[in-house]
């Protein structure tokens, strides 16, 4: 029963990380498309306190 369930979380998490085109990862082409869509709503992309950059969903979009 446990190696089903460890199954069906790893499914679930490959399922979650392929959804982004970019894994998730925050390179030059996430973070400008993410900083273009956050200057759009008039904010400014920016690295959480504490977050690690390297994970796109790590960044919020802060108003200016």
């Not at 894994?23 to 956050?38: F, I, K, P, W």
């Amino acid at each position: 029963m446990k190696t089903a369930f460890a199954f069906i979380l790893v499914l679930a998490c490959t399922a979650c990380a392929s959804a982004s085109p970019d894994g998730g990862v925050a390179n030059y082409d996430s973070l400008s498309r993410a900083g273009q869509e956050c200057a759009a709503k008039g904010g400014q992309l920016a690295l959480q306190n504490g977050g690690d950059p390297q994970v796109l969903t790590d960044y919020a979009c802060k108003r200016k």
